[in-house]
């Protein structure tokens, strides 16, 4: 059970970094002469007030969830993860092409795990790949991540631009069968938004993540890893494994994340489908406090912003949401203990 | 702890009051009403390029001021934005909905099916063909507004060449895909009418949206070119293209501006700029939408519509000879009594 001050000391410092970016946002809002009551107002009715608005959050939620639980595996192991951008897109290719092979009429829920597989694979290689580097080099994943991100994305765009693409367009050919259904099939209201049952996967996702941190004994090693290697190291875990075990299943993660907008939305891959989505994963996570709840409502959060920045662009600049969550993203940063445990492990690195 | 709870309830507390303040002159969020809405969705980062999208920002400002429409404005934040931000609109039940760049292409007709009774237009839409060639006409109340850029890249690149004195010009490409080809494919005709014996030096910064965007990579192919011996180069870039104007600059040679007249970036090293109209293609479609007379289908707008062409003004007139004007013209009044066949196509 989780003590009181447990809960306040995860709890309070998102609710703070909350406050502090309303605060912010009302500056802003009176900067540019409006109100901040009827810009938050027009915020909320546009994302939370209606089924269409709702939808849209819960699309973006649903990828933000995976990429957030990505990190967060990543964070528990003691490492940073930034590559989930390239994850992520590279999960949504694979599935896409291999549902490219696929002819019409074989029902999608035969083939979903056939996707499902596709896309984790795909993420997986490209997170397993720096987590392989890290325990036989010793190469800093931070730094692996992002130059793999550039390799990875630039490799995509060429495959897109040189094979796949249909002319004239920058995405592949409609995938024949095993597209997923809209929310709209079971509940009209959500009719013309994006959210599919994709949403489901990700809850899911949520629910085995917690139970494989906190139930299981490998997450229990992952754990341990991350608060202390040397000491795990001692206590007879394979570091070294769990590093690049850990960073397979935070691309996988991300990987599947990519089925929302291929199997979900559109029915096919597009050049940049998900942009900035991998590294809000970031923001979802330390926001989330690395808790598969946390990460869910971050996510929501996060969502919320990003839809509901479109709902007031007739008042505000779209700009002013993007400072919003810088500003969350701040101050949770500055206040969460993973951050400093990271900072902390950076400088031990450079002194030596 | 405590502390941490009293600052929680103290910030909670101001911006609750905060909400409260109603500045004057504060807009109220629009409705829809009798007034003419108008709804432009750009593309993700599109705002500020200083041609295309701005274009079609200055066309719609100029409805607002003239028709006394209400224009609002989207910019999306990532790919799914895009349909998210017509959607918005178009349940909003706005007049007419604009969705800037060949991007929204599917986007518009999908939504264009859903709303019969708002009106779409979709500048630069890519409009298909079906497998024997014919042309997939758009939804009814759908408007592709499409231009003739092949037109006026031909006079850029007669002129171009008129201009060189060593015989030898370039072009620099945003995104290499058919509607840039269409610019690329004119201009080297055009150099070849007046020059057969000139050469084209010919580049395209990347293969995705990105490269439109990227100065650094302009500058980088410009520089190249100037150093094989171009001392003309035509860009058709997006923002890229402000690299080129750069690298002009820096060894004094000459380059030509696209979609709007570019002239101040670069004075004195901007020969001309081949202009592409989105502003009035714009603004005809939002006043066609007041006069009730708005019909969906494809608008082509060339020379003769006087939707693309160059600037030939006080600020570029030392750097263009009387006899090349005159020529410029004559193959001008060419084209649009087609006697000159202008390629789209590579």
């Known amino acids: 059970m989780m003590t009181r001050e447990k809960f306040e000391e995860a709890v309070l410092p998102p609710v703070v970094a909350l406050l502090v970016a309303m605060l912010v946002g009302d500056a802003l809002i009176l900067l540019f002469g409006q109100s901040p009551g009827a810009v938050y107002r027009m915020l909320l009715e546009g994302t939370w007030g209606n089924a269409y608005g709702l939808g849209q959050v819960l699309y973006k939620a649903t990828t933000l969830t995976f990429t957030g639980l990505a990190v967060a595996i990543g964070l528990r192991a003691g490492l940073f993860n930034i590559g989930a951008e390239s994850q992520l897109a590279a999960g949504g290719f694979m599935a896409a092409v291999v549902g490219l092979a696929i002819p019409a009429g074989v029902p999608a829920l035969l083939l979903l795990p056939v996707y499902f597989l596709a896309a984790a694979l795909a993420g997986g290689a490209v997170g397993a790949l720096p987590g392989w580097l890290k325990a036989r080099f010793g190469a800093h994943e931070v730094i692996t991540t992002i130059m793999l991100n550039f390799v990875v994305l630039a490799l995509l765009n060429y495959l897109i631009s040189s094979r796949f693409k249909v002319p004239d367009t920058l995405h592949t050919r409609e995938l024949a069968s095993g597209r997923l ?58 570091v070294g494994r769990v590093w690049w075990h850990a960073m397979a299943i935070s691309g996988a993660l991300a990987g599947i994340g990519g089925l929302n907008y291929v199997l979900g939305y559109k029915g096919y891959y597009e050049e940049g489908f998900a942009t900035g989505a991998g590294f809000l994963g970031i923001a979802v996570a330390l926001v989330g406090r690395s808790h598969p709840v946390g990460i869910v409502l971050a996510a929501l959060l996060f969502a919320t912003l990003s839809q509901g920045g479109l709902a007031v662009n007739a008042l505000v600049p779209k700009q002013m949401v993007d400072v919003l969550q810088a500003v969350v993203i701040i101050a949770v940063a500055t206040s969460v203990p993973e951050v400093r445990r990271l900072l902390r492990g950076f400088r031990r690195s450079n002194d030596a | 702890m405590r502390k941490l709870l009293i600052l929680v309830g103290a910030l909670f507390v101001v911006h609750v009051a905060l909400l409260f303040v109603r500045p004057s002159g504060a807009a109220q969020p629009p409705a829809a009403g009798d007034a003419l809405d108008i709804g432009i969705v750009f593309d993700v980062g599109g705002r500020g390029d200083k041609s295309f999208n701005d274009g079609a920002y200055n066309g719609a400002e100029r409805a607002a001021k003239e028709l006394g429409a209400r224009v609002r404005f989207v910019e999306p934040g990532d790919g799914s934005d895009r349909e998210a931000g017509l959607r918005l609109l178009a349940a909003e039940g706005v007049d007419l909905v604009i969705g800037v760049g060949f991007i929204f292409t599917d986007d518009l007709t999908q939504l264009a099916r859903e709303y019969p009774n708002t009106r779409f237009a979709g500048v630069d839409y890519s409009v298909g063909s079906d497998k024997d060639g014919k042309v997939i006409l758009p939804p009814a109340n759908l408007a592709a507004l499409k231009f003739r850029e092949e037109e006026g890249s031909y006079l850029v690149g007669s002129l171009a060449a008129l201009v060189s004195k060593s ?53 980088e192919l410009a520089l190249s070119q100037y150093q094989q011996g171009v001392d003309v180069i035509f860009h058709a870039s997006g923002s890229t293209g402000l690299g080129v104007f750069e690298a002009a600059r820096q060894t004094g040679h000459l380059a030509i501006g696209v979609d709007a007249d570019q002239y101040a970036e670069a004075p004195g090293y901007i020969l001309t700029s081949m202009v592409k109209g989105v502003d009035a293609a714009v603004f005809d479609a939002i006043k066609r939408t007041k006069e009730n007379t708005f019909k969906g289908g494809i608008y082509q707008f060339g020379l003769a519509e006087q939707g693309v062409g160059y600037v030939y003004d006080e600020h570029n007139k030392a750097l263009i000879p009387a006899a090349v004007r005159a020529q410029l013209e004559q193959i001008r009044a060419e084209i649009i009594a087609g006697r000159i066949k202008v390629p789209s196509s590579r």
Not at chain 1, 199 to 228: I, S
């Open chain 1, 181 to 238: 259904p809209r929310l709209d099939a079971f509940l009209p209201a959500f009719h013309g938004s994006a959210a599919n049952v994709v949403l489901l996967l990700a809850l899911a996702a949520a629910v085995l993540v917690g139970w494989f941190l906190f139930r299981t004994r490998a997450g229990f090693e992952l754990r341990a890893t991350g608060l202390q290697p040397a000491a795990a190291e001692y206590g007879g875990v394979k």
């Open chain 2, 167 to 219: 015989k030898k010009v370039g072009f620099v490409g945003g995104m290499n895909f058919p509607l840039i080809q269409k610019f690329e494919a004119g201009y080297i005709a055009g150099v070849q009418h007046v020059c057969p014996k000139c050469t084209v030096v010919s580049q395209y910064a990347g293969v995705t949206p990105e490269a439109f965007r990227n100065p650094g990579k302009g500058k």
